[in-house]
């Protein structure tokens, strides 16, 4: 009885959950009217790709989609450390959070740019696996550290520094941060996977 009269309460307020087309929230009604949305829509279309589930969530929050925007971008286009070690970074940081949702988006956007298909598949088991150098085993043990609690041993962060520069080790940390934050919002949102044929990751690699 509790139950159904906070469920009326809500109703009346205006604040009824509905799970949407895109994740637990209700859609965000289009035509776009918010001139983020509007941008960002245009700005995905102009680079051959479609905006995503991710976006078509957050974008509640304009602002705050903007913001996670271009963290997302300058990640992704202004980093030194190369793309495919960042990738390795993001696939193994959502494994660690359990986050299918961007599972699906870097497995698919790992096969587009032709990264090798058994090496990607077995990041989730790399301390086992024999595919992995020196060099990608320092920094997923640090990405392993820092994403299950952040408590980085100095041996770690030693052998890992060996191989990275202060700046390449400042886009890694700031790649896991933002990736495994993004997981969990993926997981409380229930964000669905984009399994329409849009593309989601327009671009070069």
Known sequence: ????????ALTFFGFARADGTFSRLP???????????IKEQA??????????NLQLTTGHA????????????????????????RELVIIRTAGIVG????????????SACNYPKEKIMAIQNWKTSLLFDEKEKAMLAFVDEMAN?????????ETFSKFFSPKQI???SVTVSSYYGNGLLTKALKIK?????????PGKC
């Open 149 to 157: 609690g952040g408590e980085v041993k100095d041996m770690t962060f």
């Open 62 to 85: 304009p602002k705050i989609m903007e913001g996670t925007l271009a963290l997302a971008r300058a990640i992704r286009l202004e980093a030194e450390t190369s793309r495919f070690l």
């Open 99 to 110: 986050s299918e949702y961007e599972l699906n988006q870097h497995y698919a956007l790992a």
């Open 193 to 201: 996977s984009e399994t329409d044929g849009r593309v989601t990751f």
């Open 170 to 172: 400042v886009e890694i």
């Open 1 to 8: 009885m509790k139950k159904y009269w906070i469920s009326i």
């Open 43 to 52: 700005s995905r279309q102009a680079s051959g790709g479609a905006i995503i």
């Open 27 to 37: 859609d965000i009604p289009q035509p776009f009217t918010d001139p983020i949305l």
